[in-house]
């Protein structure tokens, strides 16, 4: 059964910087490089956004969300089964839930548990 597990998260102030991890498992034989993983946020008063996702280099291109582009950079370690997140500049925007997600052809998407992120000064 596939499962994400998300670390890293915690407290920031605005223009600080933090790192969020998400290590897959369970894949049954699947390479990960089939799988396409990014990282979505839910913010106190809004819906589940897409902040990033990343393909293998060799199945498509990078994405981010508009908000934080130029500050957040997504990128994944195979050696590690784990996509990270490198987020700067933060904003007290920032502030949310941050969730992994993983997508692989014809299967649903899969979701890890979250990791709460504040930003305050």
């Known amino acids: 059964q596939v499962q994400l597990v998300e670390s890293g998260g915690g407290s920031a102030q605005p223009g600080g910087s933090l790192t969020l991890s998400c290590e897959i498992s369970g894949m049954g034989g699947i390479p990960f490089m089939y799988f396409r993983l990014g990282w979505y946020r839910q913010r106190p008063s809004g819906q589940r956004e897409l902040v990033a996702s990343a393909p293998d280099p060799s199945r498509g291109d990078i994405m981010y969300g508009e908000s934080v582009k130029g500050r957040f950079t997504v990128s994944r370690d195979s050696a590690k089964n784990t996509v990270i997140l490198q987020m700067d500049n933060l904003k007290i925007e920032d502030t949310g839930v941050y969730y992994c997600?993983?997508?692989?052809?014809?299967?649903?998407?899969?979701w890890g548990r979250g990791t709460q992120v504040t930003v305050s000064s």
């Open positions: 997600n993983a997508l692989r052809g014809t299967t649903g998407p899969i």
